[in-house]
């Protein structure tokens, strides 16, 4: 396998705790090896004061995920790249009924590359994070082959591969006919059943190391992201990072 790349965390994975103790929490982040952080919209810390924070424990932070950058919210994605010095944001939720039908996909994807073009005008690139529902079967084709035709090549995707797979696609493949189109891959593991907890990465159904291999040329991070856990989320977060540098996937600190 080529150079094993960073694992990184996204934060919205502790926001409980984060909102009890930012400072502390972080601290545990960086201490368990974690490369890089990827902050989400609202955190409970001033952006300026998190930067710090993470500036000083050598966390790196490559992305973060913002709304959907329109007028109400062109403001707060311009403050949340310059205290973090980005280069990439990413959005990181648009709603399932914007990818019913065909046309629905195209005038998401119409949506995407408006706010593609706000981006590149504030020298960003800007990426989508997907869930279950983009990844439905349609007429012999899929959601993620019209996604890819109807994006501009300069917006990218974050393959969520656990959301990937329970919405009934293969990760694997996924992550394949992505391509270079997915630098950011997202890891989590469960059941594969939609409302159930999740566990910690390799504590579930995903194949992880056939996913990581996948990426191998084309990956620049992979991220542990957990929605929810019926386990102590930092105690998972922990595992995660233990199953997958033990294993020779992923690149941390320790």
Not at 96 to 114: R, S, V, Y
Not at 235 to 247: C, F, G, I, K, M
């Amino acid at each position: 396998m080529s150079q094993l790349k960073p694992i990184a965390l996204q934060l919205y994975t502790l926001r409980e705790a984060l909102a009890a103790d930012f400072e502390g929490v972080v601290r545990q982040v960086a201490a368990m090896g974690y490369i890089g952080v990827e902050p989400f919209a609202g955190m409970p810390c001033p952006l300026d004061d998190a930067a710090a924070l993470f500036a000083e424990l050598g966390l790196q932070v490559f992305n973060s995920h913002i709304p959907y950058p329109d007028e109400a919210n062109a403001e707060t994605v311009l403050a949340i790249a310059e205290a973090f010095s980005l280069e990439r944001v990413c959005i990181a939720f648009m709603p399932p009924d914007e990818f019913e039908t065909a046309d629905a996909i195209k005038a998401a994807c119409a949506k995407l590359n408006q706010a593609g073009e706000f981006a590149r005008a504030n020298k960003l690139s800007l990426g989508y994070h997907n869930h279950w529902w983009e990844f439905r079967q349609m007429n012999g084709g899929s959601t993620l082959d019209l996604m890819l035709a109807e994006l501009s090549a300069d917006v990218f995707l974050q393959i969520d591969t656990y959301w990937a797979q329970v919405g009934g696609m293969d990760a694997v493949e996924v992550v394949k006919t992505a391509g270079a189109r997915a630098p950011l891959i997202h890891l989590k593991d469960g059941s594969l059943m939609q409302e159930d907890n999740m566990t910690a990465v390799g504590g579930g159904k995903m194949d992880v190391p056939a996913i990581v291999a996948a990426a191998e040329n084309t990956a620049e991070w992979h991220i542990v992201e957990l929605d929810r856990c019926a386990t102590d989320m930092l105690e998972a977060v922990h595992d995660s990072y233990r199953y997958l540098t033990a294993n020779g996937l992923v690149r941390g600190k320790v």
